[in-house]
């Protein structure tokens, strides 16, 4: 099973970024996907989810409005679109798999996680 997360990069602030997290050895339809995110010296803390039925989204209040999660399940692939971001959106963003989650934000019901993407916002 690999997860792998991607589309990070350096952008200025009010710019868009959109990551893909790409789903490999599993049956993707069943899995909820998450996406979190680390800051230096933060904790890693939750950003978006997307439930494996019904596609019932989720998102922390620091990106309710600018981010937005959608999955293709025919890719095994799920989006996080990042619009109007800010310096504070900087971190390592990680997309996590959880098997029929309910579209937890604790990162310790996730089963499976990818590495980081890194993005970068300059004001």
């Known amino acids: 099973v690999q997860l792998q997360a991607s589309g990070g990069g350096l952008v200025q602030a009010g710019g868009s970024l959109r990551l893909s997290c790409a789903a490999y050895?599993?049956?993707?339809?069943?899995?909820?996907v998450g996406w979190f995110r680390q800051s230096p010296g933060k904790e890693r803390e939750f950003v978006a989810s997307i439930v494996w039925i019904g596609g019932f989204t989720a998102y922390a209040d620091s990106v309710k409005g600018r981010f937005t999660i959608y999955r293709d399940n025919a890719k095994d692939t799920v989006y996080l679109q990042m619009n109007s971001l800010k310096p504070e959106d900087t971190a390592f963003y990680y997309c996590?798999?959880?098997?029929?989650?309910?579209?937890?934000?604790?990162?310790?019901?996730?089963?499976?996680w990818g590495q980081g993407t890194l993005v970068t916002v300059s004001s």
């Open positions: 050895g599993l049956t993707f339809n069943r899995y909820t």
């Open positions: 996590a798999a959880d098997f029929l989650g309910g579209g937890v934000t604790t990162q310790m019901e996730y089963d499976y």
